[in-house]
């Protein structure tokens, strides 16, 4: 049911501030891709800023998006999940039409072992342990060598062990590169399964 354009004016008419809109129905899930043309309409119809969302995995998406719908703004989620200098990279290229250089291999591992301390004192040691997994694997992904790497991490049973295996491949990523080369085809790839996402 596709209602955006009278929702949206609903919400403006009792004091929203602000909208963001992905483009996709409830009946879509994370199926298919991303619409875009809902939320130009959407934009055209309303006064209040709106931030468009869905599918933006890249700089030049976010541009085509921004673009194409006149969002004021665009909200990222699942291209965030192990990447979080997406939003830098994204800045940088609107302002300049240029793209980054990739992070460095140093500011991966440090912004990656933050995460993970956070995520344990969270949890708590086993449950931390077990949620790092899949974020571990989300920064890694793509990176040379990282497959057999996310593949042993889930046997990984402790905390240390976690931490060890981590500084071993970063350690070892250091020597080849002082950036990060992404190798794998579906690096920019965000996760599609839903539960997956939202479990995160
Ligand atoms: C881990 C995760 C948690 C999310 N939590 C919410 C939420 O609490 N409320 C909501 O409206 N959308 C939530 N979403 C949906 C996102 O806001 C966004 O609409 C969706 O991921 C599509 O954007 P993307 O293609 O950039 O991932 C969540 C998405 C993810 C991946």
Redesign the pocket.
């Known amino acids: 049911n596709r209602n955006a354009i009278a929702v949206a004016k609903m919400a403006e008419d009792i004091g929203v501030q602000a909208l ?1 809109m ?1 483009g ?1 129905t409830r009946a879509c899930l ?1 199926t298919g891709h ?1 619409e875009y043309d809902t939320i130009a309409a959407v934009k055209q119809a309303i006064h209040i800023p709106l931030i468009a ?5 890249t700089p030049e998406k976010a541009k085509f998006v921004l673009d194409f719908t006149g969002a004021d703004a665009v ?7 192990g990447r979080p200098w997406i939003f830098r990279e994204i800045e940088h290229y609107l302002l300049t039409g240029e793209h980054m250089l990739p992070p460095t291999v140093d500011e991966i591992h440090t912004v990656m072992l933050e995460h993970l301390h956070d995520l344990y004192a969270f949890y708590g040691d086993l449950t931390g342990m077990r949620v790092a997994r899949k974020h571990i694997s989300w920064y890694t992904k793509g990176l040379a060598g990282s497959a057999s790497f996310r593949h042993s991490m889930n046997t990984l049973q402790s905390i240390e062990l976690q931490l060890k295996a981590i500084d071993d491949f970063f350690n070892e990523l250091r020597t080849k590169h002082e950036r990060l080369v992404y190798v794998e085809v579906d690096a920019n790839t ?2 599609t399964d839903h539960a997956e ?4």
Do not use: F, K, S
Request: hydrophobic share 50%; glycine share 8%.
């Open positions: 963001a992905h996709r994370y991303a969302n869905g599918d933006i995995t909200m990222i989620g699942r291209a965030a999940q965000p996760p996402a939202l479990a995160a």
